[in-house]
């Protein structure tokens, strides 16, 4: 491919990054909460009800006809959401669609992306797929790290994703939304069917901003479709399949939390953190992750809450089985609902009407009117890597490869008490490092580091480390962790990248705060 | 050629490697390095298998690492384990020994959990000492399987010299037998605290391994002393075990193994274990007339913590100081079954504190309540108290905080 030189400058967290970005000009990241945007969101542009069908009936045969009849056409921008994650059957199919079309240089923007996507290298080795924007998974992430991929990956966060529809950085051409029910006029839930997924939150944007929007369902039910998550007025065309999914692998059967004794560890001592500095309290705001260790930390907070007589007044989900058990059993308030992940979470939705669909839309994006994650008190999340200013990695692993997406984690690092409880090392790779590979987060909104060999308190937190002084808390520096991982596992070597620039990963503003260069593979 | 394989490969394997070398002629030493890990330490782990190569003496081989991020003592020992296959050697590839790893235990230490570690398996033995249980056991024995047994002695030795197991004990199970005391050879020069003595039937087996460690001891100059835990798990042994514990003074602690016990007496090992009632209350009366810690069998069941919990209260009431655990999950329920609960502090505390009032009076028979209080009953309740003072339950001046 030719290589055109692109300017570029070193921004605020003092990383080097590019002026241009798949051609357009990006803004170098200038510093937390320092670049807020001019002038008016980004428009679809004018429908009118005549030109819809009077009856209401939108169903038409397939989704290729859908999709030409949305007028697909080259360069198109097309968005999926992932509701469905690794069970999902449709956002291949698109592309499938598309090749056989001859169409060439679209743009995948999903909200995020899993292993079941990854037939999708094989559109984009032959053209019909310029670029993904949006996250990686496993061999996709791969493939990309490799310089593979015609353009230039874009990364954003949930929220991320939602800012950039507003302001008109990325114009969806058409949205191909699957939905586990909806009707024929194009309403829409996750519930109900053979597919459901409890929610289909992240969908929003892409109804309200896309120029064309497609339904495809496996459950068309009699209007209304209710309650309805995305509105029939937003939908040019419904498309009924036998499947959209794999239910199997839409929502596990059930979540589970870690056996692992130094995870369990991990999450013990998080708990005792949380219940020793105050931050614990009765009415607090919680929100965590579905993982193994996430999920422990909530079994032993559920415990606290239990034993002192408290309740959160509510949760932000990522909503498992062991959440809803908190809300059934008087310890949560509330569960505000951005996905389900298992099929008691989905029952849940369903049933329990102090549990409801929340979209990222309300509570991650930067133009919304106030978040919600600022409003949360403890938030849990992970990382592949902290350095020793509390930076965080969440998108490559320390060999330099591209790996995972950012999720929701950028918009969840403006809650008050940002906990992060990781493994010291992970098979002899130390998490706790001199310089992050990828920066997706600045360390001044990273509060607490927590390891089964110690905590590490952010300086900037002085009132933390005041409150948990003296508690017995096994109370370290951040440094003294990443040298104690060191001693035990070798000082690692640096992965060393080409100067290519294969991905972009962009800050909950929209401003670039770091970017990921192509992996130099050595001569075998 | 003839190649030697060490170490541990598959697609479930974490923290270790498989190595396998052929010695060659010529063509100096060719590694093929698969790792987990490649770009980050892949030269690293390249110069330290040439370093170990030249140790002994190899200029010419084909090595093949299979490296699923082994820590750099694992791969020390795989690969000596497999150069030992190929060829006699007397020397050893050490890794430094942690200072921090010298230090000495006492023999009247709380022994309530021991962890027992498969001996071939360094994933499990990397945080082994964050759970806080009073001992690590190393395992040489039954959790190795007998063409691992090789390998397993250099991959303890490294361990020991290598992991931090934080102020734990520092065990070790040998083998039975002659095995056993080659076990020593290679285990007693790293700072062994504790030698456990597997299917132990007499004296003489404990004085065989004692005779073998104090030779080794003094051949070394060691200055430390290693404490023994014979293991009776035959009807044999337990009708010797009185004086078993009496072999050396280095018996600090008489375990009991019920699997093997119950098979030697070919019956069932139940949860009630009323098969082992006998066996298990001769142990601890001859434990503790030898005025040594009477320790009870591990619970087989790794997640039936409430059984377990159950089973840790019977022990404790039969008179069993500790427990072997066989996984951290087990360690707390353990530690806190043996200690003394807040009611047994509470009203031991009352008991010495009438006693002395009454001391203090001149009487002789005190009162507590309705109940009378004579002086075994304030010697328990002192051995209760001094044993909570020891686990940081109470303070050592308890009395003024009243």
């Avoid at chain 1, 990781?422 to 990828?438: A, G, H, K, N």
């Avoid at chain 2, 980050?40 to 110069?47: F, H, I, K, N």
Wanted: glycine share 10%; net charge neutral; hydrophobic share 40%.
């Amino acid at each position: 491919m030719k290589d055109i030189k692109v300017k570029s400058t070193v921004n605020a967290a003092g990383r080097k990054v590019p002026l241009r970005i798949n051609g357009e000009k990006v803004l170098p990241f200038m510093g937390v909460g320092k670049h807020l945007p001019e002038g008016r969101k980004y428009s679809p542009p004018i429908p009118s009800c005549i030109d819809y069908p009077p009856d209401g009936n939108k169903v038409v045969a397939s989704l290729g006809e859908a999709l030409s009849r949305c007028g697909l056409r080259d360069g198109m921008t097309i968005s999926t959401h992932h509701h469905l994650r690794d069970g999902d059957l449709i956002a291949n199919r698109v592309f499938e669609i598309a090749s056989e079309m001859g169409v060439k240089d679209l743009v995948w923007f999903p909200s995020a992306s899993f292993p079941c996507n990854e037939p999708l290298i094989k559109y984009l080795e032959d053209g019909t797929i310029n670029r993904i924007e949006g996250s990686m998974n496993g061999p996709l992430g791969r493939f990309v790290s490799e310089g593979k991929m015609k353009g230039t990956a874009v990364l954003r966060s949930h929220g991320g994703r939602v800012q950039a529809i507003q302001d008109g950085e990325v114009k969806i051409d058409i949205a191909v939304l699957v939905a586990p029910s909806a009707d024929s006029f194009g309403n829409a839930k996750g519930t109900g069917g053979k597919s459901a997924c409890g929610v289909i939150g992240y969908a929003k944007p892409d109804t309200m901003y896309a120029t064309r929007v497609i339904i495809v369902t496996d459950n068309l039910v009699d209007i209304p479709c209710y309650p309805m998550e995305i509105e029939g007025n937003y939908v040019d065309f419904v498309v009924v399949v036998d499947k959209i999914g794999i239910p199997e692998k839409i929502v596990s059967g059930t979540t589970e939390i870690t056996k692992s004794p130094d995870r369990l560890l991990i999450a013990e001592l998080t708990a005792s953190f949380l219940e020793l500095s105050g931050i614990l309290s009765d009415g607090v705001r919680i929100q965590a992750g579905a993982g193994g260790t996430s999920l422990a930390i909530g079994v032993f907070v559920h415990e606290i809450l239990k034993k002192k007589g408290w309740s959160s007044a509510f949760g932000f989900g990522g909503s498992t089985r062991y959440m809803v058990k908190m809300l059934e059993e008087g310890q949560m308030g509330y569960i505000l609902d951005a996905q389900a992940f298992d099929l008691e979470a989905v029952k849940s939705v369903e049933d329990n009407p102090r549990h409801f669909p929340y979209p990222v839309f309300n509570a991650y994006n930067f133009h919304s009117k106030g978040n919600l994650t600022s409003m949360m008190d403890i938030m849990i999340l992970g990382a592949t890597e902290v350095d020793l200013n509390f930076n965080g990695n969440v998108v490559t692993h320390s060999d330099g490869y591209l790996l995972h997406g950012i999720g929701g984690w950028q918009n969840c690092l403006h809650a008050r008490n940002v906990i992060l409880p990781l493994p010291l090392f992970r098979d002899r790779i130390p998490v706790i490092v001199d310089s992050v590979t990828t920066l997706c987060g600045p360390g001044e909104l990273i509060d607490v580091v927590i390891t089964e060999r110690g905590i590490a308190i952010n300086p900037l937190r002085k009132d933390l480390i005041r409150r948990v002084k003296g508690s017995g808390l096994p109370l370290t520096t951040i440094r003294d962790l990443k040298d104690e991982a060191e001693s035990i596992c070798g000082k690692p070597a640096k992965p060393e990248f080409e100067d290519r620039v294969v991905a972009a990963i962009k800050w909950v503003d929209g401003t670039v705060i770091d970017v990921v260069r192509q992996i130099k593979t050595k001569n075998k | 050629m003839k190649k030697a394989f060490a170490g541990n490969t598959g697609p479930r394997v974490r923290s270790d490697c498989g190595v396998t070398l052929g010695i060659t002629q010529k063509g100096g030493i060719n590694i093929d390095l698969k790792s987990k890990v490649g770009a980050l330490y892949g030269d690293s782990v390249s110069e330290l298998c040439h370093e170990v190569l030249a140790y002994f003496g190899i200029r010419n081989a084909d090595l093949v690492v299979e490296d699923s991020g082994a820590l750099p003592f694992v791969i020390m020992a795989r690969l000596e384990a497999a150069i030992k296959k190929l060829i006699e050697s007397d020397k050893e590839f050490l890794p430094p020994m942690l200072p921090k790893n010298l230090y000495a235990t006492e023999p009247g230490r709380t022994r309530f959990s021991r962890l027992y570690l498969p001996g071939n398996n360094p994933a499990l033995m990397i945080n082994a000492g964050l759970h806080s249980a009073d001992g690590i056991i190393l395992d040489l024995e039954d959790s190795v399987a007998p063409e691992k047994k090789n390998e397993a002695r250099f991959l303890v030795r490294n361990a020991l010299r290598q992991i931090d197991f934080r102020g734990a004990e520092r065990m070790v199970r040998i083998n039975q037998g002659k095995a056993g005391l080659d076990d020593l050879r290679c285990v007693i020069p790293n700072n062994v605290n504790l030698v456990l003595i597997p299917k132990c039937e007499s004296p003489d087996h404990v004085k065989e391994v004692d005779y073998e460690i104090n030779k080794i001891r003094k051949e070394l100059r060691l200055k430390t002393r290693t404490f023994l835990i014979p293991v009776v798990e035959s009807a044999l042994g337990v009708e010797n075990a009185f004086s078993i514990a009496g072999a050396s003074e280095n018996v600090v602690a008489m375990a009991i193994g019920l699997e093997d016990f119950t098979a030697d007496l070919g019956v069932q090992r139940t949860i009630e274990g009323n098969e082992s009632f006998y066996a298990r209350t001769r142990i601890v009366n001859a434990a503790k007339a030898a005025r040594i810690q009477p320790i009870d069998s591990v619970f087989s069941d790794i997640t039936d913590i409430a059984g377990l919990t159950q089973n840790v209260l019977r022990s404790k009431a039969l008179g069993f100081e500790g427990m072997g655990c066989i996984h951290p999950r087990q360690i707390r329920i353990i530690n806190q079954g043996y200690a003394p609960s807040e009611d047994e502090i509470d009203k031991a505390g009352k008991i010495v504190l009438a006693w002395e009032e009454a001391r203090k009076k001149g009487l002789g028979v005190v009162a507590l309540g309705t109940k009378m209080i004579d002086a075994p009953v304030v010697a328990r309740a002192l051995k209760t108290i001094n044993l909570a003072v020891k686990l940081g339950k109470i303070p050592a001046d308890w009395k003024s905080q009243e």
